[in-house]
């Protein structure tokens, strides 16, 4: 059984509390809580009933959950009894993350997080930042930046500066 199975286990505890790392806006942490909520309690999920608890358009639901599934946090099952939505990927994401981070190059990890090839002067900006600061720090920028939506390198650069820690 795995640690996030546990009866234990506060799952929507675990989510708020790693809602900065799992890069989570409020309405796809809302989505989250909500399902993770109506699997705890077995209440049947469909669309419908997401929409009128959550306060969230049907349309937007759909894009919402596109993205929790291209991010391997949600995973949708369905069999000819129900469908199912399962967060175990959300829960293992911290693990996978982590080692797909440190293991890839920093452009790799840019251009995933803002999901296009970087230009030649974004390239640049960062093998500079990379000459001055720790890798893990550039990182922990990027993931601030994430999570506030603000996928600049003017952003980024301004949440390195302001911490001053350079190696």
């Known amino acids: ?12 505890d675990w989510i708020l509390d790693h809602l900065e790392y799992l890069s989570l806006n409020e309405k796809e942490a809302l989505l989250v809580l909500m399902i993770d909520f109506l699997n705890e309690n077995r ?51 911290d693990v996978a993350r982590d080692r797909n981070v440190l293991d890839s190059p920093l452009f790799e990890v840019f251009e995933s997080e ?25 990182l922990n920028a990027l993931r601030e930046a994430s999570t506030y939506q603000k996928m600049s390198l003017g952003y980024i650069e301004s949440v390195l500066t302001s911490k001053g820690d350079s190696r």
Not at 1 to 12: A, D, L, S, T
Not at 126 to 132: A, E, K
């Open 1 to 12: 059984m795995k640690w996030y199975e546990q009866k234990f286990v506060n799952r929507r």
């Open 43 to 93: 209440i049947p999920i469909t669309m419908e009933l997401l929409s009128a608890k959550t306060g969230i358009k049907q349309e937007e639901l759909d894009q919402i959950i596109s993205i929790l599934c291209a991010r391997r946090y949600l995973e949708i099952l369905a069999s000819s009894k129900d469908v199912r939505f399962v967060l175990d990927g959300l829960f293992e994401a």
């Open 114 to 138: 803002f999901r296009r090839p970087l230009t030649q002067k974004e390239m640049q900006k960062i093998s500079d930042w990379n000459r001055v600061y720790d890798r893990k720090m550039i």
